[in-house]
Nanobody, 126 residues
């Protein structure tokens, strides 16, 4: 059974940094693209970043480009995808979800991802 568990969320101030990690168990992530999405209160789930199996050409939402960096460690011991978030703004406040893509998919639409974590809360105070 595949499980995705996010960690690293919290309450920070404007301009601070946070690093989110997503540990995957039950299968190797090397065969799949991985992504982060977020959902702010009262809004739909939105794409944040995605990374291909080989980490080539990660994609970012326009409002996080230059501030967020997605990475992955495909090793057997880590099997993790991470999101480094710098210069956080109050508009970044949301629940952040890690997601595993369906086989062969590496895009930005949530419908292309079929395994999700439970989410981790990120709150940025002004």
């Amino acid at each position: 059974q595949v499980q995705l568990v996010e960690s690293g969320g919290g309450l920070v101030k404007t301009g601070d940094s946070l690093r989110l990690d997503c540990k995957v168990s039950g299968e190797r992530i090397i065969n799949y693209a991985m992504a982060w999405f977020r959902q702010a209160p009262g809004k739909e789930r939105a794409f944040v970043a995605t990374i291909s199996r080989t980490s080539i050409n990660p994609q970012y939402a326009d409002d996080v480009k230059g501030r967020f960096t997605i990475s992955r460690d495909n090793s057997l011991s880590k099997n993790t995808v991470s999101l480094q978030m710098n210069n956080l703004q109050p508009t970044d406040t949301a629940v952040y979800y890690c997601a595993r893509a369906q086989a062969g998919y590496s895009g930005v639409y949530a419908r292309g991802y079929d395994r999700w974590g439970q989410g981790t809360q990120v709150t940025v105070s002004s």
